[in-house]
């Protein structure tokens, strides 16, 4: 840190890079972990498709490269710009989000899409980034001693739980316990006392008999079948069971690339989306599933180093909640896959196939590297420089 | 910036303790990684075979049925059925509408090059929706060889039709030997054992006759192949672990040439005759007429061909020279001749006068002559048939001693070939009139029963035995089909065939008295006055010997009485009397026996003797248990009168081997009419 501070020039401190320059601070190494990832998602899905380009992996391979330019572009955005519109940015992904309660189109048994002509927008994965935003300027701006009293919470809490019931409602438990989840995680790395947690850890708790009731049924019926899964194999136990067998059955070196027989005669659900991770494991084995998440591990300790060496709360906020939402992608994805949680449809980041996912975290990642660029730019309580 | 500088270091240490929390969290996925595909592999690697494999079994081709010179009587033939795999045709159709649109299509371009009927096109339909898309759907089988090729040569333009081939039962000789062989049809509901073969769709067992009989022999033993099926049970591979093996081929005792002729020599008719080796107990020929198609009941019947089968008063589908039972009339004398000479209450040439009838009581017998015989000894009573010379043998002997005496000549016996639908007959006595109708048994019943009338019923096959054993010189000589044992045991097949069977056994009558009464056989055919006269058979050396016999069919008796009518050719056809015939030859050494019967037939000597003449005529020329084929004495090497009786079949043989091709052709096409299955 100190480092950091002494040999940078006040040029730096201030913000007033030229584009070049900023493309030249951007982290590399980063960008090509990431799009390393992603092309691990496209040697997948081409062979989810049982060794075809279609119908997935060339998809996927153009978002990957939209994602891939949206990604440096954001880099590259002066990050003032970000905290000053992070109010916005939340506030327009809101509408959207009621906007797809009361319109949306029905996919999937959920509301979750809208649709923009030539997109098929979730506003709800896009609501990840935009409450990491805004919580990262509400908490940004307040003084140490603010976020000791419990009043000053409110705000944050609303923002959270607001989104959060217009998520579950849709109905998707997955995005509503990670909005939830990634909340936490910034408020408390900016603060928030620790017996905070524990109380409204308890008042969950004691929710969960009253939200019982407003669970779908097939939801229910997940948390039911993921407490006792080979109790009905062929039912609703089916598809954990199929997942666990695929792995299993990989063992430590796999079943070799486009051999894997539970993904390619079909014993395995929704292979190219949220059970892509069996596919690979089974396919690549333990070796493949290590490797896998050691990459993830690498992008996560590149999330903690930038948000460390940066040098305004704002920046150091983005970067460990947008680290967080994708530990909790990877989490819940792989847990799910392996029988450790219940099922709860969340895709494995930067490899299921998926458009609104993949461009949310390659922008995740963008935001990432814009606070790498801007590490050391001196930055007032509103955004504005030193104020 | 000393604010800053404080939330750093909170941030910081914060930082720690979630990427703590984070790291014993990605633990925890790697500790279950490890425990799912390291610790519990070998257990989820039996589970995805499990998966991934089904075992499937391969129906084993079925044994052929030969007759005793190999000629085959069953095989089994390939057949070519065109198929539809739904998903092939059905890839960019979404609504059920555009999805029968694109079959109809297929099906108009198939439709160019093979028949279709409209039920045909409504029935592909219905089972393309009841299965899976990948399961093909049969739209026409027993497709002939150029259909099958012309749509070779088109499938680039007929998407999704496939042409599959399997093995069908096929009798070459179409209804010529129907009962005896009998035919496959697929498993009911109450015939499953368990043996999963048996479930198999398309698998066929023996119903009827040797098919039955030998099912076991000929079904063979199915084999497996291991098939690597995907989560819907569509078929990915296929591995062949273990061959099907076929089943045993079974060899018959019959002559197909002699049983073809006997076929058709008696085909107009209601009729059945058994032809046997009477030293061997090998049967040559067993036709039973009016036959069926066993060719129709492989590719299943149509309600209305089974309709028209069951309602056919000449009941094709009994086999009625085993499963009919007649009176057998005078050809039952010799039965009662034998009685008597061994009771000793008749000498050899003791003579009966026949005034015409015979007085018992207040009730008279007559005779089948009016007038009568006159004096006659036992020779002259059988060639001339006289009924008061039997019924005199029969009070002086008594029905128990007739029994007895029918019973060691297979009447009322169960001689058997192990066949289905087989009657054993009856010959009554006293004590089994008491013990079914609970009554005493009168002397008119005993008269009636010498001549072969009342109670007493034989099949055409006990008749044949009978008169196989009153001329090989008395031995019990039992009915054989095959040699082989019915069960598909090893060892019980080197044993059969090892062992020779055993020489009949000696039934203890005196040779003087069989030979009174095969003289009186002789005569009914050669002598001056027989009542088979007109069907001796004119080649010198080949004199046969035999026995008329006419039996009232028992209702019209009292119809007779009332109405009056006498002559046969004026009553309705099921009505008349049963024509009976039973005859050996060659009388200088005697080899082979027949029993004839034309049901409704009228007489004896007219109906019955002329074509069992024709068809004894064609067993001395073939002479099967003697010659092979090849071997046998040309019909232009006959004198011209014989060779004249023969051609007249064999001419008909010819023509009408011509139309069971004809026929063989059209089953296989009416297999795909439009009626309801």
């Known amino acids: 840190m100190r480092h950091a501070h002494e040999f940078s020039s006040p040029r730096l401190r201030r913000g007033e890079l030229s584009l070049g320059e900023k493309f030249w601070q951007i982290s590399w190494s980063l960008v090509l972990l990431v799009t390393l990832t992603g092309c691990v998602g496209l040697v997948m899905l081409y062979s989810a498709a049982g060794g075809d380009w279609e119908p997935w992996a ?40 009621v906007a797809v309660e009361i319109r949306g189109t029905i996919g999937m048994g959920a509301q979750r899409w809208i649709d923009l002509g030539f997109f098929q927008l979730q506003p709800s994965e896009v609501m990840k980034l935009a409450l990491v935003l805004s919580l990262a300027r509400y908490y940004h701006s307040a003084h140490p001693d603010d976020v000791r009293r419990l009043p000053f919470l409110i705000p944050p809490a609303l923002m959270t739980l607001v989104p959060f019931a217009l998520v579950l409602k849709q109905p998707d438990l997955g995005t509503g316990l990670m909005l939830v989840a990634g909340a936490a995680a910034v408020s408390w790395l900016a603060g928030v006392r620790i017996w905070v947690f524990a109380l409204a850890g308890i008042a969950g708790l004691g929710a969960i008999p009253v939200a019982w009731q407003f669970l779908h049924d097939y939801q229910k019926q997940r948390v039911l079948t993921f407490l006792n899964p080979e109790s009905d194999p062929l039912g609703s136990g089916y598809h954990i069971l199929q997942s666990k067998i695929a792995l299993g059955s990989g063992g430590v070196f796999g079943k070799g690339y486009m051999n894997g027989t539970q993904a390619h005669l079909n014993f395995l659900p929704e292979k190219q989306t949220d059970f892509i991770f069996t596919m690979l494991a089974e396919e690549f084995g333990m070796v493949g599933g290590l490797i896998l998440l050691s990459l993830y591990v690498i992008l996560l300790i590149y999330g903690f180093a930038i948000a460390l060496r940066c040098r305004h709360q704002f920046g150091r906020l983005v970067a460990l909640g947008v680290s967080t939402m994708f530990f909790l992608y990877v989490f819940i994805n792989i847990a799910m896959v392996m029988g450790l949680i219940p099922v709860v449809g969340v895709p494995l980041p930067l490899i299921s196939y ?34 | 910036m000393q604010r800053d500088g404080d939330r750093s270091k909170l941030f910081t240490r914060r930082a720690a303790v979630l990427g703590g929390v984070q790291s014993l969290l990605v633990s925890a996925l790697v500790g279950r990684l490890y425990y799912l595909q390291v610790v519990e592999s070998d257990r989820y690697k039996t589970m995805a075979e499990d998966n991934r494999f089904n075992l499937r079994l391969i129906p084993p081709p079925r044994g052929f049925i030969v007759d005793r010179f190999g000629d085959p009587l069953a095989i089994n033939r390939q057949n070519y059925r065109v198929s539809l795999i739904a998903e092939d045709i059905l890839r960019r159709a979404r609504t059920s509408s555009e999805r029968d649109a694109a079959v109809a299509v297929t099906l108009d371009a198939l439709g160019r090059i093979v028949p279709l009927s409209d039920y045909d096109r409504v029935r592909v339909l219905r089972d393309m929706k009841r299965r899976r898309a990948f399961v093909p759907v049969t739209i026409r089988e027993n ?17 999704g039709i496939i042409i599959e081939e399997g093995l069908t039962r096929f009798y070459p000789k179409g209804p010529l030997a129907a009962h005896l062989l009998g035919y496959v049809s697929s498993v009911s509901e109450e015939e499953l054992t368990g043996d999963p073969l048996l479930e198999l769709p398309g698998f066929r067992i023996g119903k009827q006759g040797v098919e039955k009989v030998y099912d076991l022999v000929l079904r063979g033993q199915s084999g497996t192949s291991r098939v690597e099926v995907n989560a819907v049970g569509r078929v990915m591979d296929e591995q062949t672990t273990e061959e099907a093996r076929s089943g045993r081929e079974v060899t018959l005792t019959i002559d197909m040439r002699l049983q073809e002729f006997a076929s058709r020599r008696l085909q107009d008719e209601s009729a059945s005759v058994v032809v046997m080796d009477i030293h061997t107990g090998e049967i040559l020929a067993l036709a039973s007429m009016p036959a069926y198609d066993p060719n129709a009941f492989t590719r299943g019947l149509t309600s209305q061909e089974w309709q028209a089968l069951m309602a056919n008063p000449r009941s094709p589908l009994t086999n009625k020279a085993i499963g009919g039972q007649y009176s057998p009339g005078s050809t039952f004398k010799m039965v009662v001749a034998l009685a008597g000479l061994e009771a000793g209450v008749i000498k050899p040439h003791q003579t009966v006068f026949c005034p015409g009838h015979m007085q018992l009581g207040s009730h008279r017998f007559h005779c089948w002559k009016r007038g009568g015989h006159g004096s006659l000894d036992m020779v002259e009573a059988l060639a001339q048939s006289c009924d008061v010379f039997f019924y005199e043998v029969a009070r002086r002997c008594g029905i128990d001693r007739i029994a007895d005496m029918a019973r060691r000549f297979g009447i009322g016996e169960p001689v058997s070939l192990g066949l289905p639908g087989e009657r054993t007959g009856l010959m009554p006595n006293r004590a089994w009139k008491s013990a079914t109708m609970g009554d005493v048994w009168h002397q008119g019943e005993t008269l009636n029963a010498g001549i072969g009338q009342g109670y007493v019923l034989t099949t055409p096959l006990q008749l044949a035995v009978m008169t196989s054993r009153l001329v090989n010189g008395g031995l ?202």
Not at chain 2, 499 to 522: E, N, Y
Request: glycine share 10%; proline share 7%; net charge negative.
């Open chain 2, 476 to 677: 019990k000589v039992d009915p054989i089909l095959s040699r082989m044992p019915t069960k598909p045991s090893p060892e019980g097949f080197l044993a059969a065939n090892a062992a020779d069977p055993a020489p009949p056994a000696s039934m203890g009558i005196a040779k003087m008295h069989l030979d009174v009464v095969r003289a009186g056989m002789m005569a009914v055919v050669n002598g001056a006055r027989g009542t088979a006269r007109a069907a001796a058979i004119p080649v010198p050396g080949w004199e046969m010997g035999g026995k008329t016999g006419t039996t009232q069919v028992r209702r019209i008796s009292m119809r007779e009485r009332e109405t009056g009518v006498r002559s046969q050719d004026e009553l309705p056809w099921e009505l008349r009397n049963h024509a009976l015939f039973v005859c050996y030859a060659p009388e200088s050494a005697p080899r082979y026996a027949l029993a004839l019967c034309v049901e409704h037939g009228g007489g004896g000597s007219s109906a019955a003797a002329p074509i069992a003449r024709d068809i004894m005529l064609e067993t001395l020329r073939l002479d099967p248990s003697r010659l092979r084929p090849g071997e046998e004495i040309p019909v232009s090497a006959l004198p011209p009168r014989a060779r004249a009786l023969l051609e007249e079949t064999t001419g008909a043989v010819a023509a009408g081997a011509a139309d069971a091709s004809d026929d063989a052709e059209e089953t296989g096409d009416s297999g795909d009419t439009p009626q309801a299955r």
């Open chain 1, 354 to 387: 998926g458009g609104t996912a993949l461009l949310n975290l390659m922008m995740g990642f963008g935001l990432l590297l814009c606070v790498f660029v801007h590490r050391d730019v001196q930055m007032g309580r509103r955004g504005g420089f030193d104020d």
């Open chain 2, 143 to 159: 497709l002939t060889w150029e259909e099958m090729a012309s749509i070779q040569v088109n499938k680039p333009t007929l998407p």
């Open chain 1, 58 to 97: 060339d998809r996927q391979a153009v978002r990957l490269m939209i994602g891939f330019v949206l990604m440096v572009g954001i880099a590259v955005v002066d990050i003032r710009f970000w905290i000053r519109n992070a109010y916005t940015f939340y506030a327009v992904v809101l509408v959207l989000l």
